[in-house]
């Protein structure tokens, strides 16, 4: 009897939390969230090459049609990866103008990039917004950038 008593006394092992390998710990306290370390560091992908296409660069979305190369090229029923730009390796400016899709910006662009590649057992993981897009392409380095309708 006393020996039940004694164990239920006995605190539980502490478990020890460890933030996943794509998220640090950021803040103190109770003032700690986990930030996303990002996808250069989190995704595996293929090895670089040089992608051309255009550059959809909406509200709250960045996504890349490969091969496209004019606005009728781009189908909206058509799900596109997340073009990452905010990780690119050499910093590139965008150039001025081109109003263009869903009130967005279009862009002609040649670059070397990275896609994402797929995981086994997972047919479409979600990448960025939402987890709203079905793939991701990582900018390397811009090669060459030009709005695709300035003329508006």
Known sequence: MLLAAL???VAPPQRIYRPPPCHREV???????????GDRICVDTDLPRIYEGVWIDEFEGQSFAEGATTRPDLDPAVLRPWFNTREALKPFTK????KGLWYGRLYKVRFVGRQAVKKKGRSNPGYDHFRLYPGLVILDEMLSIE??????
């Not at 803040?27 to 370390?37: I, P, Q």
């Not at 150039?95 to 081109?98: D, F, M, N, Q």
Request: hydrophobic letters at 30%; glycine letters at 12%; charged letters at 25%.
């Open 7 to 9: 164990l239920l006394q």
């Open 27 to 37: 803040g103190e306290g109770s003032r700690k969230s986990l930030v996303y370390r």
């Open 95 to 98: 150039p001025r103008g081109s």
């Open 147 to 152: 709005p695709l309708d300035a003329q508006l």
